[in-house]
């Protein structure tokens, strides 16, 4: 399995039609996306995933699309450009990343805004103590 992992925390990081990502606009987007006519896409969710600080819990969001294939950059690129072409925008132009779940390996990076690959960050190995939370906004029928 493979996903594209988009961050939408804030309207600044990603937005639809100057909405925040959240399920209650699920069926406005997935429409938009025309989810059912790529085969190979399996699920779009939107993950919570809150990790503690000193006095507080912070929390990040991020909008995923698991798919069963693997992409190649032009067919991600092409996914960006159909999701701005549709209502979606980034002001901070966010990094989208392709990954794949089995391994956690980062793939691609792209510019939401200008669809320009980006390198691909080097994360240190550190103990994962966040805890996550998965809303499904969509899930291809059988």
């Given at each position: 399995?493979?996903?594209?992992?988009?961050?939408?925390?804030?309207?600044?990081?990603?937005?639809?039609?100057?909405?925040?990502?959240?399920?209650?606009?699920?069926?406005?987007?997935?429409?938009?996306?025309?989810?059912?006519?790529?085969?190979?896409?399996?699920?779009?969710?939107?993950?919570?995933?809150?990790?503690?600080?000193?006095?507080?819990?912070?929390?990040?969001?991020?909008?995923?699309?698991?798919?069963?294939?693997?992409?190649?950059?032009?067919?991600?690129?092409?996914?960006?450009?159909?999701?701005?072409?549709?209502?979606?925008?980034?002001?901070?132009?966010?990094p989208v990343?392709?990954?794949?779940?089995?391994?956690?390996?980062?793939?691609?990076?792209?510019g939401f805004?200008?669809?320009?690959?980006?390198?691909?960050?080097?994360?240190?190995?550190?103990?994962?103590?966040?805890?996550?939370?998965?809303?499904?906004?969509?899930?291809?029928?059988?």
């Open positions: 399995m493979y996903k594209i992992k988009i961050p939408c925390t804030n309207r600044f990081q990603l937005n639809y039609h100057n909405k925040l990502i959240r399920t209650k606009i699920s069926d406005e987007i997935s429409d938009s996306l025309l989810l059912t006519e790529n085969v190979s896409i399996e699920r779009m969710s939107i993950v919570y995933k809150m990790f503690p600080k000193k006095n507080y819990v912070f929390t990040t969001i991020s909008l995923e699309i698991l798919s069963r294939e693997k992409f190649t950059l032009q067919q991600v690129q092409n996914i960006i450009k159909n999701m701005r072409n549709n209502g979606f925008y980034s002001k901070e132009n966010v990343q392709f990954i794949e779940t089995n391994t956690n390996k980062i793939l691609y990076v792209i805004q200008n669809g320009t690959q980006n390198t691909i960050p080097v994360y240190g190995h550190n103990k994962n103590i966040s805890k996550y939370f998965t809303k499904n906004m969509w899930i291809r029928q059988t």
